[in-house]
């Protein structure tokens, strides 16, 4: 090794170590794609984003919003290699879809769990931004347990402990990696925080076992089946006596009950406070959410609320979320 290399390799200080060793890692498991739309006449490109690989056999993650209205495009790899991908599951939801890629030979990302996360901590955001292949920034979560409004028809739901990071992201950053300094993939890139909100910070969907679990059903089934109540709430401290019967600090006050609705048959009511669903507790709308899943609906399950300070359990029975 000559001494311009020896210099060259000591000057690169421990931070810079980490984040060229993340992009050494990340890089072959990060496309760019290009995504395809209808118009009278034919196809045209009507967008462009990342994404990340998970299996050598062609499973990728990318952002909901990037593949939206759409079922194909080109992914276009490190290798040079531009593949076609198909659309096998969305879920506006959580912003999070899965296509697929016919290949065998792929680089797949290693994931991690953004539950481990700390402030602080060191994130490299791996993407194509503005159509520049292979960019990497770097930066720091700046914060945790942040929400992300999302939409679906009527419909809307909080993304729970979204990823706030100050690496810089642009347009394309959208379905790429957010990565620890173990280059394990920790989020996938959704949104950028536009000027006189939070100039220069960036937000990730986390990967952890909740939002696998929704990946892998949307590998599965193409989409991700949710329970239906028909309130609208928000956390709230629970009154003394409550609490001390409940057992817990917290629960989420009904603020309004759709008509007609499964919490509306119930016999629930606005202003009254939910402490358990389905005999788990829930503090917090991102456990009720959680618990809002596929095999609870039409199946009657218990709902403990707090009315008139004491403890009624009543019954519900959810139907499938969609355009009620």
């Known amino acids: 090794m000559s001494d311009a290399s020896t210099r060259e390799r000591e000057a690169l200080d421990a931070y810079s170590r980490v984040v060229t060793g993340v992009a050494d890692r990340l890089l072959p498991s990060v496309a760019s794609l290009r995504v395809m739309g209808r118009v ?44 076609a991908f198909e659309v096998i599951g969305s879920d506006r939801l959580t912003d999070l879809a899965a296509i697929r890629v016919q290949a065998s030979d792929l680089a797949p990302a290693e994931v991690g769990d953004a539950d481990q996360l700390r402030v602080g901590q060191l994130v490299v955001a791996v993407g194509n931004p503005l159509g520049f292949a292979g960019s990497v920034s770097a930066g720091v979560v700046s914060a945790l347990g942040r929400s992300l409004a999302a939409s679906t028809g009527r419909h809307s739901r909080l993304v729970d402990n979204v990823i706030q990071t100050d ?50 059903l949307l590998v599965r089934d193409g989409r991700v089946r949710r329970a239906y109540l ?71 399950i218990p709902i403990t609320v707090v009315r008139s300070n004491h403890l009624e359990t009543l019954t519900v029975v959810p139907t499938e979320l969609g355009d009620h």
Do not use: W
């Open 230 to 300: 028909g309130i609208a709430g928000g956390a709230r401290p629970l009154p003394p006596r409550a609490a001390e019967a409940a057992g817990q600090d917290d629960g989420i006050e009904v603020t309004s009950v759709v008509a007609g609705s499964p919490a509306a048959r119930a016999g629930l009511r606005p202003e009254e406070l939910i402490v358990a669903v389905d005999g788990e507790p829930v503090r917090s709308i991102g456990d009720l959410q959680r618990l809002m899943s596929g095999e609870r609906v039409d199946r009657p």
């Open 40 to 83: 009278p006449g034919g196809r045209r490109p009507r967008g462009a984003g990342s994404a990340v690989v998970l299996s050598a056999d062609g499973l990728l993650v990318t952002s909901a919003h990037v593949v939206e209205g759409t079922d194909d495009g080109s992914a276009t790899f490190g290798d040079g290699r531009e593949l």
């Open 167 to 216: 690496a810089a992201l642009h347009p394309g950053n959208s379905g790429g990696a957010l990565a620890d300094g173990s280059a394990r993939v920790v989020g996938i890139n959704t949104a950028v925080v536009g000027p006189g909100i939070g100039q220069g910070l960036g937000l990730a969907v986390p990967l952890n076992p909740t939002t696998e679990h929704i990946f892998a």
